[in-house]
């Protein structure tokens, strides 16, 4: 083969390979809550898109654990924290979501693996979540964070025609009872 034509199709293969890992990453998202200029929580997700005009529950098996895009999500904290009536210390955790009709369960596992696999013996703490409708509906599973207090984030996650919520707050005492 010629030395022209092999070079054209080694950058064409390394475009062709960078092209497909930035589609690769396109997916993915984060969202952030600072507690003040020192303290934060930050949630890695993938962003999943679904057709609204089909039925969610074709789309979504309700009452599985789900990784949103295959992989769960990621969060990072740098201070201690408290989900539900769980502290969590500093560190990394997956997150993963069992979705409902209406009320969805978030899942936080001290595994910090992000193959999508899922173990329940990881489990930390599933927290019920607060539901309520949006005012317009959501194709894309999106992942926020509202500062609802100075110690205070809650984190939401929308889809469709509803919004999934749960307070997350700053343990300044770093208390470790309840600790994974």
Not at 16 to 29: H, I, L, R, Y
Not at 72 to 98: H, Q, S
Request: hydrophobic letters at 40%; one cysteine or more; proline letters at 7%.
């Amino acid at each position: 083969m010629p030395r022209v034509t092999r070079s054209v199709l080694i950058v064409c293969f390394l475009l062709a390979a960078g092209s497909a890992f930035a589609q690769e990453n396109a997916t993915a998202a984060t969202a952030t809550c600072n507690f003040d200029e020192n303290s934060q929580l930050v949630v890695e997700y993938q962003r999943v898109s679904f057709n609204l005009k089909k039925p969610l529950s074709l789309q979504l098996t309700f009452g599985k654990v789900w990784a949103p895009g295959g992989k769960p999500m990621t969060l990072f904290t740098n201070t201690p924290i408290r989900i539900a009536a769980r502290n969590l210390p500093a560190g990394a955790y997956t997150l993963f979501v069992i979705p409902a009709a209406r009320h969805w369960t978030l899942v936080v596992s001290k595994s910090t693996e992000t193959s999508g696999a899922y173990n329940e013996q990881q489990d930390v703490v599933r927290v019920p979540l607060d539901s309520g409708e949006l005012p317009s509906p959501e194709p894309e599973f999106s992942v926020s964070f509202a500062h609802a207090a100075p110690d205070q984030c809650n984190i939401r996650l929308d889809l469709d025609k509803d919004g999934h919520f749960t307070a997350i707050q700053q343990n300044r005492s770093g208390t470790a009872a309840n600790n994974p």
